[in-house]
């Protein structure tokens, strides 16, 4: 499945992740979850990338996690965005459109 | 340090990360259900999709960013497992690491002790040596007079403070045998400018070291432990030093152990109490007696090159002020050209006795020769697990075909080398201590006891740390590389995992041992020229019989007599010496042979002048009657003195052979007169008019027994009208041990005076003192040697004990088609032939090269010397063959029927 999906670019995987943690403390599984979904199917976060980025992530302070009770009972590992976490997403999105609207700009004009 | 302690929370961490995985699974496996699949499907569908649990978990580790140390512990802990797994082999690696990384350490902290560690004083880098020498000569002065230390003293100013020192051996005993201790006069500003406090009491101030002083004295912190008990009591007690008493003001504070290298600081006076105990003989106003050293602190800021350029331009006024009185017009001229040279001393000084340059070059070279047996040593472990590797070739093709990467098990096997390294290190560390104590012991002779403070400081420890892991990389590195380059698949598939790849790794050993080989042939070749050395000296004709005569240093300081009395002081004590039963013969002289001190004048022929060139300093001592039979110095020429030989009679002289020929060449030189002392070079003057030659004597060794013969005139001590010192010798030659025979001498002396300080030695024990240093290097280059040449044919066995069982199956087939077991030693031997030929080209060349740089410490060879080097070839051809031939031996007695049937 995954193979015939285009592979992240470097650093982007990251950027989603905390795009959408962003959005309020979530697990792991929910992450992937939201991430397909969002992207209408088109990025599937495979596990052996998600979770050691999890792990880089929190290990770099920019992710703070928690372990807490689902809506099902179960204990989980919820992840949530630092105040370290937000400026980095902040300054990482800013790039990122900076990037996208120069790559948009070539295609447009090499036309 | 977060992730020191996200490493000790590893396992609950690893819990953590296993609950939220599973947790991942759950949610997909509940999902699935929702969306129809049966449960067990549901399960498999979620397992399948997160793909490999244990990958994942792996990945994750790594990118907590822990991963690295975890790793290394657990393969610290899989190389204990393995390393515990052959503990013979384990046993003789960390034996042959401990002995060669032990002896590096104890070589190194020597070196350090001796040349390299700073003075325990305050700021010693500002300290710098101040030496002097004439623009003529290329040799420093080492020492001053005190006249010269005076004037630097009062009218320098290129420095803080200066101090001058001079090391000496006091007595304890009023009379008797003596019991000495290590003194030193010192300067009043001594321990001031070094910064060294009081451990108890006070220290010198400069009013305590005036002229005329009645003097005081600091003991030195070991001291005042072992024989003081550390008592407070000790301060305001007496301490009679050669028959003086001197109150102790103070103790020197711990770890200080004054400004020389090598020589231990007992009890310190100043300089004025040297005018107290050699009374009328004192040095403090003479201008010829060199005895001080001298050193400074240099002012904050100041750098040696300007404290050296400040101290040359008053060099004309301070020598201009002190130049020795009976000095002719040459000498007053080269004395008042003397420019004072600022040396940088933060590590003091090599000390009088030269402790520093005389072992320079000796460390050195054991340096080297230690760095080759840890080398040699690290062939061998690279072979060992070079070989055991060979054997785990299976086990890494199956790890590299699970996955692991080649770096990763290049990281496993050098862990283990480097656990092995760290191991031995540690053991070797002990050894260290216990062998460079022993090196000490080596050095140290009667005479000149070295003291060195061999703490294992920060740079010992770095060094030998260093060399630790630089060991086990470097025998870690080959086979870790070698090792894991198979080819996974035909690794495993094949019955015979050794095939391929072990033939390549048995040529890789091979080369190892060709290596460890060439290395041994320069370290037995080395070994051999030093024992030729130690033993050409022990066996040369010193032109004395060195056996049974038993030496009774004299001092008769305390006695107080003057001296025109002092010869029939002597007369008495040498006619009581006579009587007592056991002894041979008996005489005095001044000079001692191989005592280390010497008396010397130029001298003249007239009529027979000497060729450009040659150095007229001739080697004088004053003997009595029975002095040449005593020391058995054959008499070629003429006679020897005789009683008849009196103040009275004609003054005479005998020479000795280098005398005769230097002067009269093949005429005989009895008749002849010689003249002493021409161009005075401060020495006090003696005979100036022409004093006849009676007799020629062999040459005999002067100062050591490694010298060249130096010309050397005898005068008859009836003669001598100045220079009957209160220091002498008796030389008894005895019919027994000469040391049984010295409670009969302390009687017979103590009849006769009884404050006469005496000091036993033999002749023997002093020519052995003599060469301590070629002794050193003969003891330990023998013990290196042997221990090389036992570690390569370790390897050498190892190595062909491994070639033959790989070989086995082939030899099995070459015996089962009628090869003779000769033709297959042969086989065998060949290999190990061609290993050992390369080796012992390679040691060959260029030890021509590396002997060459030990020629300075030879004595009658030369580094080329063919016999030494023959025969460490032989020892080396010898050895290596006995190695290969057990393991050939076995291959001859391959049966052939078993040997295929293995298969």
Redesign the interface.
Known sequence: MAQNKPEFLKGALDLLILKVVALGPI????I?QRIQQISEDYFQV???TL??????LE?RGWLGAE?KDTDTG????FYSLTKKGRKHLEAEMASWERMSNAVALILRTAE | MRWLSRLFRRSKLDAQLDSELRFHVEQQTAQNIAAGMDPDDARRRALAQFGGLEYIKEETRDARGTHFIETLLQDVRFAFRILRKTPFITAIALLSLALGIGANTAIFSLIDAVMLRMLPVQNPEQLTLIKFRSPASAHLRQSATDPIWEQVRDHQDAFSGVIAWSPETFDLADGGEVNNIHGMYVSGSYFTTLGVRPAAGRLMAASDDVRGCSGVAVLGYGYWQSHYGGAESAIGSLIRLNGHAFPIIGIAQAGFFGTEIGVLLDVAIPICAEGILDGQNSMLDDRSSWWLEMMGRLKPGMTVEQADARMKVISPQLFGAVVPQDSDATYAAMFRNYKFFVLPGDTGTGGTYGLREQYRQPLRILMFVVGLVLLIACANLASLLLARSAARQKEIAVRLSLGASRARLIRQVLTESIVLSGAGAILGVLFARWGSALLVRFVSTQQNQVFLDLKMDGRVLAFTIAIAVLCGLLFGIFPALRSTRVDAMSAMKEGQAQAAGGRSSSSAARWIVAAQIALSLILLIGTGLFIHTFANLMTLDAGFDRNNVLMVETNIHNAGIPEPARAVLYGQMLAKLRTLPGVVSASQCWMTPLSGRQWSNSVTAPGHPLPAGVDPDTMLNWVTPGYFETMRTPLLEGRTFEARDSATSTPVVIVNQLVARRYFGTQSPIGQHLIVGTVSSGTREMLRQPIEIIGVVQDTKYNSLDEDFQPEAYFPLSQIQQNVVENTAFEIRTAMTPGALIPAVRDAMGSVNKLASLQFTTLKQEADDSVAQEHLMAVLSGFFGGLALLLTAIGLYGVMAYVVTQRTHEIGIRMALGAQQGSILRLVMRDAAIVLAAGTAAGLLSSIWITHLVKGLLFGLTPSDPSTVALAIIALVAVALFACYIPSRRAMRVDPMVALRHE
């Open positions: 697990h792991g599984y929910a992937s495979q596990q052996g979770y050691p980025a999890l792990h880089r290990n372990w179960r204990e989980a590992k």
